[in-house]
C-alpha cells in the first residue's frame, strides 16, 4: 500500500513489525477483544477472546495496514489441566498476506523474516466452542474439520461439521493429550503403544 | 521303420512310433493352467502410499515389469488377479481394500509391498490409524519388505510369487488356513 | 470417461468457453441447467451419484470424490480425504525430534527432500541450531534436484491422466537417474533422512557432483522433447486450456499454494519473497500464469507450464549453487539427544506443491508437545468443491491432475 505509514525503525526493540501492525489495528478496531499479545521472540503472537472472532478477522482481511488474504493454518492444541483445572484447548490461526509483498516493512523483521500474524484463541477445554472463519477465509472450511476431527474444538456458526479424516465413527480426538488407543476398531485390533 | 507288426501281437503306437514320443507331452491340465496364469498376471494398479511410486517405477522404463509377464496394470480389480497392496493400510481403507480383494476373480494372489502392508512398519507404534498388517484383512502370498522396497525387490517378489503358483497351484493361500475375519 | 460429447458443438477452444464456469463464483444448479440448454433441448437427464475412487487411477492415490452429475455436468462434488491418515502429528508428540523426521518424508513422498529441509529448518530454530554454511548449499542443491524430480513426475503423470502414455515413460527415464543421484548420495530411493538437524548426512564426492553435471545437462535437453509431447501438443492443449479455472480471489480465498496460486497469476514465491536457508543468493525467476501460449490465467495448462518452467528454474540455482558452493563442515556439533527449549515455532517453505508450514510447540523436552504441519495439497484439493462445480467429467480429471496432489500429505 502506498500510503501504509512508515514504521520507525528501532533496533533495540525486537518487537516484530507485522505483529506489531496486527496489534495496532485490533487496538484501535476490536480494542476490548485483545487478551494478551507477545511481540518479541521467534514467535509473536495476539491472543484474543473468542467472542466475536469472524468479525476481528475480517478487520485484520480487509484493514488497509493489515491485508491478510490468506489464512495459512488453523492449529489446535490441548492444554489439559491438573486438579480441578478442566485445562483450556488453544486454537491458532496463522494468517499471511500477499497483498503486502510490496511493503518493505513486512520483510524486516528480528528474528524470523517470515511475514505472518499468529491469532490466539484459548477457550475451555469442556466447552471448546471458536466462532467460525469460513465465511472470512473459504479455505479455512477445511482446516477447522480437522481441528474439529484432531482435536475436538467445535467451530459454531457454521454447517457441515464433520470429521475429515479420521472415518465418522471414530472414538475421540487422538490429539487430546488424554487420549487412549482403542482396543480394536471394526475388529480389527489395534496393539496400544505401551504392549509394543 | 519299425518293422510291421506280429500278427495277433498288440498295437502300441507310444513303443513303437518314436516321433510320437517326442512331440507329445503328459501333463496335467491343473499344471499347464498353472503354468499359463504364472506368466500372465495382471497386477491391479492399486497405489496406496510412497510404495506406489515405486510400484510405478517398476512398471516404467527402467525396470520394465513386462520381461516378467506382469505388467498389465488393470484399474479394476475384475480384471486382475494380483493385488500389490503397495502402501500403507489404514483403518479407513480397510474395509475398501477388502471389498477389493473380494471383487478379484479366482484365483488371486496379493503381495504385501513395504513394511506398512507388512506389519505397520514405522507407523505401528503410534500411528493409531494404521492397520498393524494388511494381513488381518486380506490373505496375503508374499511379503515384501523395505521402506518403501525397491524395484528390484519387487521384481524379486512377483518371480517368487510365480514360482509358488507353479508348486501349490490355485490359490496359494486358501483362506481358512489364514483365519482372516471379515473387515 | 471418453472425451465424446466433450466439445458438444464439436467446435474449437473458444467455443468451449461456454460450458465451462468454474472459477466465477460458483454457479447454482439453475445456471448448470442454463448452460446444460445449450448441449440440447431434447436430452433429459437426471441427477446420478457417482463415487470415484478411493481406488480410481485418476485420483493420484486414494483420493475419493463423489459427484452429483447432471449429464456429463458434474453438479455437486465433494472430495472425502483421510484413508491414508497416518498421524504424523500424534507421532511428532511421542518420538525424538531426531526420530521424526524420516516420518516428514513420508508425507509429501514425491518431495522428500523438500520436506526435510523445511522441517529441519523449524527444529533448528526453535533449538538454536547453527548450520554451518556448506550444509545449506547441500540442503537446497538436494531440494531442487527433488524438485525436479518431482515436476518430472508431475508432468509424466499428467499425461497419463489425460490419456498420453508415451510422456510418462519419457519422463521416467530422467527421473531414475535422478533417483540413482539421490540414491547414491542419502542410500534411499524415494524416502532419503539425508537432511538431518543440524546440517546433511554426507558430503558430496567428487564423482557424485560429475554425475550431477551429467544428469543437469540431460535434463536441460530432455526438457524440450516433453514440451513436444505435452505442452505443445495440440490435443493436450484443447483437453487442458480454459479448463478448471481458479482465479486469484478464489485462490487465495481457500489458501491454495504453489504452482496453482502462480498460475492465477500471483507473482508469489517463498524462496524469493521470504528466502530462507540460502536462497536469497540465487538469482532466478519465479514463472508465473499467463495466457501466452494457450489458455487463460489460473487454467490447467498453466498450472502445467509453471511446473515445466519451473524445472527449468531449479537448474538454474543448482548451477548457480554448485559454483558458489564453500568449503566447510556439512554437519554441526549435536548433542547425542536433542532438546529444545520451551517455545513454538512456526516455519514454512516453498515445496514443489507449494507452501509446506511445521509449527512446532515444544515444552522442553526431548519429544515435541505438538507439532502440526501444513500440507499444501491439502488446501490444493480442497478448492475443487467450488471450482469444479459445472464443469464436465472429463475435466474434472484433469483438474484433480493439475493440482498434483499427494495423498500422504493431505492426510499426513
Known sequence: MADAPEEPETPASNADPVTERALGVLETEHADSVVASEMTGAHPWIQVKAEGLADLMRTLRDHDDTQLDCCHLITGVDYPGKGKDVGEIEVLYHLCSYAKREDAAYFKRAEKNDPWVAIKVRVPRDAPNVPTVMEVWTGADWHERETYDLVGVRFTGRPDLRRILLPEDWPGHPLRKDWETPASYHGIPIIAPEDL | MPDAPQPGAAVNPWDDDPELRQNVILTKIDWVKDWGRRHALWPMAFGLACCAMEMMATAATKYDLDRFGAGVFRASPRQSDLM????TVTHKMAPRVRRLWDQMPDPKYSIAMGACTVGGGPYVKYGYHVVQGVDQVIPVDIYLPGCPPRPEALIDAIRKLQFRILERGGNTLPEDETGVGAA | MSDAGHTPGGGDVAERDVYTGAGEPAPSPSSVHERQELVGRDLRTEELVLNIGPQHPATHGVLRVVIKTDGEFVRELEPHVGNLHRCAEKIGESVPYYQWLPYVDRMDYLAAMCNEHVAAMAIEKLGGVE????????????????????????????????????????????????????????????????????????????????????????????????????????????????IGLINEETAKRWGVTGPGLRAAGVDWDLRRDVPYSVYDRFEFEVPCGESGIAGELGDCFNRHWIRVREVEESLKIIRQALAQMPEGPTMAKMPKSFKAPKGEIYVRGENPRGELGVYIVSDGKPTAYRIRCRGPSFSNIAVITEVARGTMIADLVALIGSQDIVLGEVDR
Open chain 2, 84 to 87: 500389490i497392496v503397495a502402501g
Open chain 3, 131 to 242: 548450520v554451518p554454511e556448506r550444509a545449506e548449499y547441500c540442503r537446497v542443491i538436494i531440494a531442487e534436484v527433488q524438485r525436479i524430480l518431482s515436476h518430472l513426475m508431475a508432468i509424466g503423470v499428467y499425461g497419463l491422466d489425460l490419456g498420453a502414455f508415451t510422456p510418462f515413460l519419457h519422463q521416467f527415464r530422467e527421473r531414475e537417474r535422478g533417483m540413482d543421484l539421490l540414491d547414491h548420495i542419502s542410500g534411499g530411493r524415494l524416502l532419503y533422512h539425508y537432511i538431518q538437524i543440524g546440517g546433511v548426512k554426507r558430503d558430496f564426492s567428487r564423482e557424485w557432483l560429475d554425475e550431477l553435471d551429467a544428469w543437469l545437462a540431460s535434463v536441460e535437453r530432455r526438457l524440450p522433447e516433453y514440451n513436444t509431447l505435452l505442452l505443445n501438443n495440440r490435443v493436450f492443449q484443447q483437453r487442458t486450456a480454459h
